[in-house]
């Protein structure tokens, strides 16, 4: 009965070790995993800081002509809805990458 024991005790020690190798492998990886979420923060939001400003100057240059039509009006309506505001460009691109949003409705 005691030698099951011992067993038992044995066989859980080394499951602990091989947990504890995973764990500190998984605490290790967390600052590469932290410099790439930087990362794609800071590209997303330097492409998304260009669009939004994009969509200003297109805003800012429709003539009068231009928002009577339509199509012109509900094409500027959408790009209002998707990178009228830097966050909602950021959250967009986000969006896109990730397979919120499909890049045929954008």
């Known amino acids: ?5 011992v067993i038992r005790l044995a ?4 499951l602990i070790r091989e947990l504890r190798v995973l764990v500190s492998s998984i605490s290790n ?6 410099w790439t979420v930087l990362l794609m923060f800071l590209m997303i ?3 998304s800081l260009c669009i939004t400003q ?6 800012m240059s429709v003539t ?4 009577e039509d339509p199509d012109a009006a509900a094409t500027l309506a959408q790009l209002e ?3 009228g505001t830097l966050s909602r460009s950021m959250l967009t691109l986000f969006e ?3 397979g919120g949003i499909d890049w045929d409705a954008l």
Not at 29 to 34: A, D, E, F, G, K
Not at 64 to 67: C, H, S
């Open 96 to 98: 896109a990458i990730t």
């Open 29 to 34: 990886s967390m600052r590469s995993l932290v």
């Open 45 to 47: 939001y330097s492409v």
């Open 81 to 83: 809805e998707y990178y």
């Open 64 to 67: 009068d002509e231009q928002r």
């Open 11 to 14: 066989r859980i020690l080394r």
């Open 54 to 59: 994009l969509v200003a100057d297109a805003r």
């Open 1 to 5: 009965l005691r030698l099951v024991r």
